[in-house]
């Protein structure tokens, strides 16, 4: 009992994070229709803007203060990135979705080449809050702090876009053009804006994303955003491109299928198992792909 | 302001003096190998209803949309004398153009209410102008649009273009599968509508062409093959029948 409790615990926070990196794909791709390769170099700038941040700032603070900043100067690195990507490479592009997927997967190498340029290939350790680092006993569990905390962001990120979509004006627009673009415009609505807050704020999340991984993993590394989008992208595509909910669900799905593969069959079954997971859903519903509400 | 009064008020002032409020000039589709719309030339008079006829896959669907920038074109588009062909469709629509397209396309997953509210933020259907003309969708507010029925939705999608202010509509193909009653509902709000807004129509139904066109525009083979006025043509069988390649039986209804 106390394993399973320990499993679906960590398998929540697993969750929590591949939701935070799905969810401005999902996002993006259910309005905008471009597959956002590059979306791991969006994690991998958080993961490095939160390490440098912490780094810098006096040692005088805690470590809980200053990932708290972290978290900050992420979020807003992560949205720069995300609009300058989107002014500059994605909106010449719309609608020649090769060249979008070339210059996104470009972007993607090179932005892990130039991070191994600069800070080295190998892992680098970060710096974790004690509380993060220490445990809490649940129905007889020895529970890792930093899932709660996972579980937590995320569940606030949910929220928070939730209400963007549904209380916003925003959030309107970007239900009406995940299900037609083209209408939008017709209205007199105009849409591109609505690309550039969408890709910011997509940014951002993966940047948060990014930032939080690192701390699970305790390292960063440039490679460590193309691992987090594979799952990502899995996500995604069992959630149905452009459903937020869809996304929540299918990341704590994987979460949960992962770890219990892991500790029930043997370790690295897991990762096999989230791809039958994948195969098995495309099998039985196969216009997943094809979108959902947002 | 976007009820109809404001409407009315405006179709008296200037641009509803009985001149052109749209005017096409030399418009060219083309779609990969196919020239669809070869030299489309007509004016649309700034009151009334102007029918765009022809048979199927003439480029009726594709002047619409070519019109707003949805379709890849070149040529001259007036809108009240200002040339728009260059513009991008988010400005042409917004300097007042109101576009119904063919098969509705009203967002399924979005109520009533916020469908409208996409075009009227403040008021979606607390506007005077639905609870007068589709007092259905006030009842329906908090309805997803995707679970009305056609004629329902074809309101929503009629509905949306009437709250923003408008020199001109275009409108395409507005009772296309929807029950004879609801066709007279449709053809109803549209006779209302023209009277304080130009509309150029796309429509196979010609009892409903008969019962509100002032004037039509007829393509064949992506060219303007006729102009003229609607009386005229729909009371000749020979020229219906010539142009359109269909009887018209005087004593059908709208």
Same mark, same amino acid.
């Given at each position: 009992?106390?394993?399973?409790?320990?499993?679906?615990?960590?398998?929540?926070?697993?969750?929590?994070?591949?939701?935070?990196?799905?969810?401005?794909?999902?996002?993006?791709?259910?309005?905008?229709?471009?597959?956002?390769?590059?979306?791991?170099?969006?994690?991998? =700038?958080?993961?490095?803007?939160?390490?440098?941040?912490?780094?810098?700032?006096? =040692?005088?603070?805690?470590?809980?203060?200053?990932?708290?900043?972290?978290?900050?100067?992420?979020?807003?690195?992560?949205?720069?990135?995300?609009?300058?990507?989107?002014?500059?490479?994605?909106?010449?592009?719309?609608?020649?979705?090769?060249?979008?997927?070339?210059?996104?997967?470009?972007?993607?190498?090179?932005?892990?080449? =130039?991070?191994?340029?600069?800070?080295?290939?190998?892992?680098?350790?970060?710096?974790?809050?004690?509380?993060?680092?220490?445990?809490?006993?649940?129905?007889?569990?020895?529970?890792?702090?930093?899932?709660?905390?996972?579980?937590?962001?995320?569940?606030?990120?949910?929220?928070?876009?939730?209400?963007?979509?549904?209380?916003?004006?925003?959030?309107?627009?970007?239900?009406?053009?995940?299900?037609?673009?083209?209408?939008?415009?017709?209205?007199?609505?105009?849409?591109?804006?609505?690309?550039?807050?969408?890709?910011?704020?997509?940014?951002?999340?993966?940047?948060?994303?990014?930032?939080?991984?690192?701390?699970?993993?305790?390292?960063?590394?440039?490679?460590?955003?193309?691992?987090?989008?594979?799952?990502?992208?899995?996500?995604?595509?069992?959630?149905?491109?452009?459903?937020?909910?869809?996304?929540?669900?299918?990341?704590?799905?994987?979460?949960?299928?992962?770890?219990?593969?892991?500790?029930?069959?043997?370790?690295?079954?897991?990762?096999?198992?989230?791809?039958?997971?994948?195969?098995?859903?495309?099998?039985?519903?196969?216009?997943?792909?094809?979108?959902?509400?947002? | 302001?976007?009820?109809?009064?404001?409407?009315?008020?405006?179709?008296?002032?200037?641009?509803?003096?009985?001149?052109?409020?749209?005017?096409?000039?030399?418009?060219?589709?083309?779609?990969?190998?196919?020239?669809?719309?070869?030299?489309?030339?007509?004016?649309?008079?700034?009151?009334?209803?102007?029918?765009?006829?022809?048979?199927?896959?003439?480029?009726?669907?594709?002047?619409?949309?070519?019109?707003?920038?949805?379709?890849?074109?070149?040529?001259?588009?007036?809108?009240?004398?200002?040339?728009?062909?260059?513009?991008?469709?988010?400005?042409?629509?917004?300097?007042?153009?109101?576009?119904?397209?063919?098969?509705?396309?009203?967002?399924?997953?979005?109520?009533?209410?916020?469908?409208?509210?996409?075009?009227?933020?403040?008021?979606?259907?607390?506007?005077?102008?639905?609870?007068?003309?589709?007092?259905?969708?006030?009842?329906?507010?908090?309805?997803?649009?995707?679970?009305?029925?056609?004629?329902?939705?074809?309101?929503?999608?009629?509905?949306?273009?009437?709250?923003?202010?408008?020199?001109?509509?275009?409108?395409?193909?507005?009772?296309?599968?929807?029950?004879?009653?609801?066709?007279?509902?449709?053809?109803?709000?549209?006779?209302?509508?023209?009277?304080?807004?130009?509309?150029?129509?796309?429509?196979?139904?010609?009892?409903?062409?008969?019962?509100?066109?002032?004037?039509?525009?007829?393509?064949?083979?992506?060219?303007?093959?006729?102009?003229?006025?609607?009386?005229?043509?729909?009371?000749?069988?020979?020229?219906?029948?010539?142009?359109?390649?269909?009887?018209?039986?005087?004593?059908?209804?709208?």
């Amino acid at each position: 009992m106390t394993d399973f409790v320990l499993i679906l615990v960590t398998g929540l926070g697993l969750g929590a994070l591949y939701f935070l990196a799905a969810s401005g794909l999902s996002i993006i791709y259910g309005l905008m229709g471009v597959l956002n390769f590059a979306h791991g170099a969006f994690m991998m =700038a958080g993961s490095y803007a939160g390490f440098l941040t912490m780094g810098a700032l006096p =040692a005088s603070l805690s470590v809980a203060a200053r990932l708290a900043m972290a978290v900050l100067v992420a979020l807003v690195v992560g949205a720069v990135i995300g609009f300058v990507v989107e002014v500059v490479l994605i909106r010449p592009l719309y609608r020649h979705h090769i060249q979008q997927v070339l210059v996104t997967v470009g972007l993607s190498l090179a932005s892990v080449a =130039a991070a191994q340029g600069i800070w080295g290939a190998d892992p680098r350790t970060v710096e974790k809050p004690e509380w993060m680092a220490s445990t809490t006993m649940l129905l007889g569990a020895r529970l890792p702090n930093d899932r709660f905390l996972f579980i937590v962001v995320a569940l606030a990120v949910f929220l928070g876009l939730q209400a963007l979509l549904h209380y916003t004006r925003l959030g309107l627009i970007i239900r009406a053009g995940v299900e037609n673009r083209t209408m939008v415009e017709a209205l007199g609505i105009n849409v591109h804006r609505t690309f550039t807050i969408v890709f910011a704020l997509g940014g951002s999340a993966a940047a948060l994303a990014g930032l939080l991984y690192s701390q699970y993993a305790g390292t960063v590394s440039p490679a460590q955003g193309g691992s987090l989008l594979i799952y990502a992208f899995i996500v995604v595509v069992i959630g149905g491109m452009g459903s937020l909910v869809g996304t929540a669900v299918a990341a704590v799905a994987v979460g949960l299928v992962q770890q219990l593969a892991n500790f029930y069959a043997a370790s690295g079954v897991g990762d096999l198992s989230v791809v039958l997971l994948l195969a098995l859903v495309l099998l039985l519903r196969p216009t997943s792909m094809k979108g959902a509400h947002a | 302001m976007t009820d109809m009064t404001t409407a009315l008020d405006r179709a008296a002032a200037p641009g509803g003096d009985g001149g052109s409020v749209l005017s096409v000039e030399d418009l060219h589709v083309r779609y990969g190998g196919s020239h669809v719309l070869q030299g489309v030339s007509f004016t649309v008079p700034a009151s009334g209803v102007t029918a765009l006829l022809g048979r199927n896959g003439v480029g009726k669907t594709t002047t619409l949309k070519a019109i707003i920038g949805l379709a890849p074109r070149t040529g001259r588009i007036l809108l009240q004398d200002k040339e728009i062909q260059d513009e991008p469709t988010t400005r042409i629509i917004r300097g007042g153009i109101g576009y119904v397209p063919e098969d509705r396309e009203v967002f399924g997953g979005l109520t009533v209410d916020e469908n409208l509210r996409l075009v009227d933020p403040d008021r979606g259907v607390e506007a005077p102008i639905v609870g007068r003309l589709f007092p259905d969708l006030v009842a329906r507010a908090k309805q997803r649009a995707g679970t009305l029925s056609g004629g329902q939705q074809q309101m929503v999608s009629l509905a949306r273009v009437l709250l923003k202010d408008t020199s001109v509509l275009l409108i395409d193909e507005p009772t296309k599968g929807l029950a004879p009653k609801l066709v007279t509902e449709v053809a109803d709000v549209l006779s209302e509508v023209a009277r304080t807004t130009p509309i150029l129509l796309v429509e196979q139904n010609l009892p409903l062409v008969r019962r509100i066109a002032d004037t039509v525009v007829v393509l064949d083979a992506g060219q303007v093959v006729h102009c003229g006025g609607a009386a005229e043509l729909v009371a000749d069988p020979e020229l219906t029948r010539e142009l359109l390649g269909v009887s018209m039986r005087r004593e059908g209804a709208a």
